[in-house]
């Protein structure tokens, strides 16, 4: 997988990324990690890449010239051509707004499947329309709260693609078995060393060694957790099974 990150706070980017799994996935070269500065590209003499809104309103616009020259560089360093002007996008391009469909686990699953993938972050007030209608295919919103820009929302896309890509979990079992991987429910909470710990017991069930018992107590755990702390995806769930 390569990444594309078109943004004006590269160093960011980088560094979030640089550490830990992805880190670690990327010194492996199982995800490539590159990013392009919009202010590289700015079209004036001050290095400025924003502009008031036309009809008024509050805060600045990035512009639309930035934008696209750094997404041609970016297609560029994928060893793409300029983009025909029939409009086809050859790449995925993500763009990070409040604005997008809410990110979920099966939108990671689907950006797992292609070979590259180029994420735009807004700053600002956000960015000119028609550049985003010329080069974006995906807006995707990482919750439904206002960040400072889209950079944060594209790490936290970026890493939940990565650990799907197989070889960047070392535990291949980890992705496969929790919170989202489980039909529809929450993990169930786990416990290690030691069996008590401030007075507070690990639950008898699992020092037993009876491995059905411990499923059942497992699945019934990841019941209540949904039930508790989400109940919009616990009715989901029971939706989906028939259970109303
Ligand atoms: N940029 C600003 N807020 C955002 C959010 N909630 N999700 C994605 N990008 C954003």
Redesign the pocket.
């Known amino acids: 997988m390569k990444y594309e990150v078109l943004t004006i706070f590269p160093d960011m980017v980088d560094s979030a990324f640089r550490t830990g799994v992805t880190g670690r996935a990327s010194g492996e070269g199982l995800i490539e990690l590159d990013t392009v500065n919009i202010r590289d590209y700015s079209t004036n003499s001050y290095g400025s890449i924003d502009g008031y809104t036309y009809g008024g309103g509050a805060g600045m616009l990035m512009q639309c010239e930035p934008v696209y020259q750094a997404y041609l560089e970016a297609l560029r360093r994928l060893g793409k051509g300029e983009p025909a002007d029939s409009g086809t996008k050859p790449v995925r391009v993500v763009y ?3 604005t ?1 469909e809410v990110f979920r686990q099966k939108k990671a699953e689907e950006l797992a499947n292609e070979k590259e993938l180029i994420f735009l972050c ?1 700053h600002y007030e956000g960015i000119d329309e028609r550049v985003i209608d010329e080069i974006v295919t995906d807006r ?4 439904d ?3 400072t ?2 950079e944060i ?1 594209a790490l936290a896309v970026m890493d939940a693609v990565a650990r799907l890509i197989p070889g960047v979990l070392k535990n291949e079992d980890s992705a496969e078995t929790e919170s989202f991987n489980t039909g529809g429910l929450l993990e169930y909470p786990q416990y290690t060393r030691p069996d008590e710990w401030h007075g507070r017991k690990v639950p008898e069930v699992l020092l037993s060694g009876d491995h059905a018992r411990v499923d059942n107590y497992r699945m019934h755990e990841m019941r209540r957790v949904t039930r508790e702390h989400r109940p919009d995806l616990y009715e989901e769930y029971m939706k989906h099974r028939g259970i109303n």
């Open positions: 990070l707004t409040p997008g807004g995707i919103s990482i919750g709260y206002v960040l820009g889209g929302a």
